[in-house]
């Protein structure tokens, strides 16, 4: 048997009995799959769209089911498996959701999230804990330090410290709930372990709250700490004991000026790379609206499709892997801006600066 449950908490449940369903999974963001043994596998996700197999049937199940390579090491593809004398594996379902990020460009890539665990709890409760993570309580900075917000990814917050006591306070609500909580702290910069103060109560070691250092690529220590934690109310936390090393951050500037692609409305640009591991470079087209890159890796962004006869002016910033951002390059001047197709003579152009 599979359940979907809805963000309400509603769930719904599908057999394959006599034949596979046809479940509607627009709309949906748990989905368990109900074996035999105490725990079911779930996964959760914002699905827009999914289906089940239904193909391959079998003389003794309606469940495709198949042990052909790599489990069997010879020339056996969909060979059916109908005995238990070697692993096997089968397919129920597919899942469809959205991208959670994309990167165009000279490094281009696409990146998709999906949470999936096992549980011997109802699926219809892990509401709260597809919230948490779907919709995580926004990260509001205090002092001694900065933050990207919530990395879907890492299931984590993540700041980096500009101070010895980083304090921040997350906003938490009945549609934001906590459900255990992770923050990585970059730039704690030495071996010593944290001490917590949650809501200015100190916060003793335990099962409910655990810690460690690791490395991040710049050799810098890196405070990781884990806590045990369920709520709907807003509360702070503050981590006595960084010594982080500060540096300062200067203008970005162009390396290749913003120029169009010949015979296209496409524009390209490249930033000057910041010295230092983990930059990040933001490409902003400047005013009357058009496509800005969000922070990514590379330096260099293409604007595409742009309105042909047009001339589009960008500006740009930089960040390190501590998020300390640089000012913008200059937003007005020749230097940054770039026609969009063929300018007809006689035609004005619209200028964004």
Not at 108 to 120: A, F, I, S, V
Request: hydrophobic residues 30%.
């Amino acid at each position: 048997m599979m359940t979907l449950v809805d963000p309400t908490g509603k769930a719904s449940d599908y057999d394959w009995n006599p034949n596979p369903p046809n479940p509607a999974y627009g709309g949906k963001i748990i989905q368990m799959i109900h074996l035999m043994g105490r725990y079911s596998p779930f996964t959760i996700q914002e699905f827009n769209d999914g289906d089940v197999y239904s193909g391959a049937s079998t003389w003794y199940s309606v469940f495709p089911s198949w042990n052909h390579w790599p489990t069997s090491q010879i020339d056996s593809s969909s060979r059916n498996s109908s005995f238990s004398d070697r692993a096997a594996h089968s397919s129920i379902s597919h899942l469809f959701w959205p991208l959670s990020g994309q990167q165009r460009g000279d490094v281009p890539y696409q990146e998709k999230t999906l949470m999936e665990g096992m549980t011997d709890k109802p699926a219809s409760s892990l509401v709260s804990l597809a919230n948490s993570w779907l919709h995580a309580p926004p990260l509001e900075t205090i002092s001694d330090c900065r933050s990207q917000g919530y990395d879907q990814t890492q299931r984590a917050y993540v700041l980096s410290a500009t101070g010895p006591a980083p304090s921040f306070r997350i906003t938490a609500s009945a549609q934001n709930p906590i459900v255990n909580l992770c923050f990585v702290v970059k730039n704690w910069n030495c071996e010593d372990s944290a001490q917590l103060q949650i809501d200015s109560k100190a916060e003793g070691a335990g099962p409910s709250f655990r810690q460690g250092i690791v490395r991040d690529p710049n050799g810098r220590a890196t405070l990781v700490v884990w806590l045990q934690r369920q709520g709907t109310d807003p509360v702070t936390f503050t981590l006595h004991g960084a010594k982080p090393d500060l540096e300062n951050q200067h203008s970005m500037t162009w390396a290749t000026n913003p120029q169009p692609v010949a015979n296209t409305t496409d524009v390209t640009m490249t930033a000057t790379a910041h010295p230092g591991i983990g930059n990040e470079y933001w490409f902003e087209r400047v005013g009357g609206g058009g496509d800005t890159s969000g922070w990514q890796s590379a330096p260099v962004y293409t604007d595409f499709a742009l309105p042909a006869n047009t001339e589009v002016a960008y500006r740009v910033k930089a960040r390190d892997a501590y998020f300390a951002e640089t000012n913008w390059s200059p937003g007005q001047g020749q230097d940054n801006r770039a026609s969009a197709g063929n300018v007809e003579p006689g035609r004005r152009r619209g200028q964004n600066n």
